[in-house]
């Protein structure tokens, strides 16, 4: 897995250079399931996607009342912790607590999964 982007919401998007059967795709590693998730796009697709996709609807789990506030906050290197965790039954990005913590943090924590 090659990562070629990652999200306010600590999730990262990869191009899948052999992990799975579908090279050259791109997956999304999901905060809220800990999984790569095919996102059954190759890059130039994805591109498309960022620029015309439906981001309100592929990020309405993640977000909350204000979010925007929040995360034109964060500086380039960081992104949202939960608390719940969006994995944890008890998590969602309207009930849990959010904090900035470093890519670096949160891509530690997603590879140990």
């Known amino acids: 897995m090659l990562v070629v982007a990652y999200d306010a919401a600590g999730g990262f ?11 050259g795709r791109i997956y999304y590693f999901a905060p809220d399931t800990l ?18 996709g439906d981001l309100e609807q592929f990020y309405q789990t993640f977000r ?15 992104v ?6 969006l994995r944890s039954a008890e998590g969602d990005g309207e009930n849990s607590s959010k904090s900035p913590i470093s890519v670096k943090e949160a891509w530690l924590a997603a590879v140990k999964q």
């Open 80 to 85: 949202m912790s939960y608390y719940p965790p």
């Open 35 to 52: 999984e790569w998730e095919s996102t059954e796009l190759a890059y130039s697709g994805f591109m498309a996607w960022l620029g015309e």
């Open 64 to 78: 909350w009342k204000g979010w925007q506030e929040q995360v034109r906050q964060l500086e380039a290197d960081q």
């Open 13 to 23: 998007f990869a191009l899948n250079t052999g992990r799975y059967e579908d090279a």
